[in-house]
């Protein structure tokens, strides 16, 4: 061997791995070695014993000793062949420190050598090659449908970016250094990874301004590349520039009034309260489904809506006949299996049912009747297998002649949800008859519990006594036997659900109602609207379409959960009144009006789903000084308050500086107290004042006292702006020692200040503090000026806040809010008091836990904790929080 390495520095070197040996060359050629590293701290190494033999193959000298040199990255691309010899045994001595970069060449993945080929990608932080000058490389989510949902892009040798759309990864899942770029492949909720190449041809002159435009706006529209496209000269610097500068010429924009203008927002939660938009108007929402959020509770009242279960009059006499699978009497079988209460699964009707086999499999019934007759037939059965697309069809015959070649048992969720399949009208003859299920395909049958042979009366499904889903099949409960909801009155205890995402969630959708005292999921899911037959029963507001409206789908796969296609519907022309001359007798925001259906000339039947109207109240930023009264509500929203019981809040904002160019009063002498005359009232924001609220309205109004200052940030003089508790005429008992510049720079704050609330001052630092000042041993300072004692205090200390909100939402409820008012106690219950006392530091003897200030920080604000004004100051009446203007 070679002479050792010079003695140990005082540098530490980094453990060393060690290797085992390598038998043969290594597959993968490896990276080119980086230079030894510079300027970086070494640890002091083990001196390592000498070998009693020397190694087959002699180690090289030892590396010069480090300089001041920085290190140049290591060379990005691996060497032609692997390396000629195979190392040997290793040497007991260290080896030396790896480079940071692996050596794996298979670490790097590399976009598809072959356009349009997809390649999987698991989950986490890989390192991604950036494309080629001439292609374009993309990672996707890609779904069980097959869609792609674009999340990351590298296209003509840049650096990966985040893709358009919400899906995409973050700016900061992706960090790019010279040779790969690691990006952050974060589990999906659904679907995987691809990863995918498109080659590019050189760029034509739209595709440039293309990018560009989508790298400045929006997104570009075709009138707008075609407008930079057709001036003269190729796209360069000059266009980009002109564009550029067009931009800046316009008139500004609001983002919030293009908001209003387009937002056609779901009436998705049973709270929300709001004027609902005319099934007649454009753009109106439909669906195909009976159920949706809103049908849960009464929006004003918040009481339980009901539905009544009522069988069809002209159906009274309908009749059926159930042939158990389980019994030998009634079927004949081949390979499957017989089960019960022993070795299945729950939720059947008799003593068991018929486990069906694999491929050629059935199930055979002998039907007796006495005449030759039509009659329905459906089979109740359970399906939990979610494989071939979560479907097991069989072969539906009669009398050896088959009825239906394809005859589906789809999904139902569970081996115990038991549920009806599609009902068929087959003709028996008079005498004995055999209707089998052949199993199609090797994934076998469905698990059978009967065979039903007619039909049960149709129930009526009505809310609030409106019809709302005609139940051809009857109505049962999905796992469980033997309810009848024959004449039962019923409400849901959750939210209805319609059929969303892949197999494994609501694949029928999901209601669930109270009934016998329990929550109880029905066989029917969420069922599809159908009224053929039953069109007298419905109410006066449905319409049979003539005018070859289109109805365009408005199901996405941008959310978690997204609904299957084919539910949700936009009319974007709306209903020709001139033509349903019905739209005129439809009122669109009351509680209780009729539900609004139609029948599409496909034969589709499909329901008005109402979604909120947004009230213009207020004027555009641009409009001119004439006009601006013009879109005003005069009563700020008073009416609309009224109608909904006061849960429809004042529409008027507070007065402040951003708007005072657009603030445009509603003249309405009631405005925002719409049955009293009140005008321009100020409010004292005091004791008094404070309490009232909870008196008079039942609103959690008080002051936060007890917040903490932590960090140096919030020190007067590193935070510009401050807030300090002044007692007039009073010697401070603890004063701060401070330097003579930090006194000056706090003093001349004090004087400039403008804040005419006398004992709860804000300033604004000008002048520089002493930095031997500036430390958290001196947050909360006590300052001596004049007569006066200044101490410094959190900068929400003494702020009035609407706690109403957070009163429900709360993990404690609404003891825990109130017991840190002031004047509580647990013997005396609740009181007005005027502030609560922040519980930083908990009380053990009450089991109270320390609240964190981030616990503050992190839940104050709107909707819960809605600021009002500071302690002391006066507010008017029409600019408080539109929780707050309320007639008590």
């Not at 503090?769 to 300072?781: A, F, R, S």
């Amino acid at each position: 061997t070679h002479a050792p390495s010079n003695p140990p520095t005082n540098v530490q070197t980094p453990e060393p791995t060690t290797a085992a040996p390598t038998p043969e060359p290594t597959s993968n050629p490896t990276h080119a070695p980086s230079n030894p590293p510079t300027n970086v701290q070494t640890p002091e190494p083990t001196t390592a014993a000498p070998t009693p033999e020397p190694t087959s193959n002699p180690t090289h000298a030892p590396s010069n000793p480090p300089t001041n040199v920085q290190t140049p990255d290591p060379t990005s691309l691996p060497t032609n062949v692997p390396t000629s010899n195979p190392t040997a045994l290793p040497t007991g001595n260290p080896t030396t420190p790896p480079t940071n970069d692996p050596t794996n060449a298979d670490a790097t993945v590399y976009c598809p050598s072959e356009a349009g080929t997809s390649v999987a990608l698991a989950s986490g932080i890989k390192s991604f090659a950036r494309s080629t000058a001439s292609s374009f490389c993309g990672i996707f989510i890609e779904l069980e449908s097959g869609d792609l949902i674009p999340y990351a892009r590298s296209y003509s040798a840049n650096d990966w970016e985040p893709s358009p759309g919400p899906k995409a990864v973050p700016y900061s899942g992706i960090e790019c250094g010279d040779l790969v770029c690691t990006v952050d492949l974060a589990p999906p909720s659904s679907g995987s990874y691809v990863i995918m190449t498109k080659l590019t041809s050189a760029l034509e002159d739209k595709d440039k301004i293309a990018r560009f435009l989508e790298m400045t706006s929006f997104g570009p529209m075709s009138s707008e590349i075609a407008g930079i496209d057709e001036s003269s000269g190729g796209f360069g610097e000059v266009k980009r520039a002109a564009a550029v500068r067009m931009q800046m010429d316009l008139p500004k924009s609001s983002h919030r009034e293009y908001f209003r203008r387009n937002a056609n927002p779901k009436w998705d939660a049973t709270t929300m309260n709001a004027r609902s938009d005319h099934p007649c108007d454009p753009n109106s929402r439909w669906r195909d489904y009976a159920y949706i959020r809103h049908d849960r509770e009464d929006t004003i009242t918040g009481q339980n809506i009901y539905t009544t279960f009522e069988q069809a009059p002209e159906d009274l006499d309908s009749t059926f006949t159930i042939y158990q699978a389980d019994s030998l009497e009634d079927a004949t079988f081949n390979t499957g299996t017989l089960k019960n209460a022993s070795n299945g699964n729950t939720g059947f009707s008799g003593e068991g049912y018929y486990d069906m086999g694999g491929f050629d499999d059935y199930v055979q019934f002998s039907i007796s009747v006495a005449e030759d007759v039509d009659v329905p037939i459906s089979f109740r059965y359970a399906q939990g297998s979610s494989s071939y697309n979560g479907n097991r069809p069989c072969v539906l015959s009669v009398n050896g002649n088959t009825v239906q070649d394809i005859y589906d048992f789809s999904f139902s969720d569970s081996w115990t949800y038991w549920i009806y399949s599609e009902m068929v009208t087959v003709s028996l003859t008079a005498g004995i008859n055999t209707i089998q299920l052949l199993v199609r395909d090797q994934n076998g049958g469905p698990n059978l519990d009967f065979l039903r042979v007619g039909s049960p009366p149709a129930l009526l499904m009505k809310t609030n006594g409106w019809l709302r889903h005609v139940a051809k099949n009857g109505v049962g409960v999905i796992n469980e036997w033997g309810i009848d909801f024959t004449n039962q009155t019923v409400y849901f205890p959750s939210f209805a659900n319609a059929i969303e995402g892949d197999l494994y969630r609501y694949p029928m959708g999901r209601l669930r109602v109270n009934v016998t005292s329990q929550t109880r999921e029905l066989d029917i899911g969420n069922p599809k609207l159908n009224f053929d037959g039953y069109e007298s029963h419905l109410p006066l507001s449905h319409f049979i379409l003539s005018n070859n409206e289109v109805f365009e789908d408005t199901s996405t796969d941008l959310s978690d959960f997204p609904l299957v296609r084919g539910q949700e519907f936009v009319l974007p022309s709306g209903l020709d009144r001139s033509v349903y001359s019905i739209c005129d007798t439809i009122a669109s925001n009351e509680e209780y009006s009729s539900p609004v259906f139609v029948k599409t000339m496909e034969g589709k039947w499909l329901q008005w789903s109402p979604t909120i109207q947004l009230q213009t109240n207020g004027p555009s930023m641009n409009a001119l000084p004439e006009d601006k009264a013009s879109s005003t509500l005069i009563d700020g929203g008073g009416e609309a308050f009224l109608q909904t019981g006061e849960k429809l809040k004042c529409a008027n904002v507070a007065r402040t500086f951003e708007n005072e160019d657009t603030c445009i009063y509603s003249t309405a002498s009631t405005a925002c107290s719409p049955t009293r005359e009140l005008g321009e009232v100020i409010i004292d924001l005091n004791e008094t004042s404070i309490t009232a609220f909870y008196e008079f309205g039942d609103k959690y109004v008080y002051a936060i006292r007890g917040l903490a200052m932590e960090n140096l940030d919030q020190h007067a003089c590193v935070d510009t702006q401050s807030r300090w508790e002044v007692e007039q005429n009073t010697n401070c008992s603890s004063p701060t020692t401070l330097a003579p510049a930090t006194m000056i720079a706090l003093e001349d704050a004090f004087a400039r200040s403008t804040d005419p609330n006398a004992l709860l001052k804000d300033v604004t630092l000008s002048l520089q503090c002493d930095q031997l000042d500036e430390n958290v041993d001196k947050l909360g300072m006590q300052i001596q000026v004049d007569a006066d004692c200044y101490t410094h205090v959190h900068r929400d200390h003494n702020s009035v806040y609407d706690f109403s909100g957070w009163v429900s939402n709360h993990p404690g409820g609404e003891y825990n809010i109130q017991k840190w008012a002031q004047g509580f106690n647990d013997t005396d219950g609740p009181v007005p008091g005027w502030y609560l006392d922040y519980p930083l530091l908990g009380v053990p003897e009450r089991k109270v836990p320390k609240h964190p200030m981030s616990r503050w920080e992190n839940n104050k604000g709107e909707p819960y904790i809605v600021f009002v004004a500071k302690f002391g100051n006066s507010i008017a009446y029409r600019d408080l929080p539109s929780n707050l203007k309320t007639n008590s």
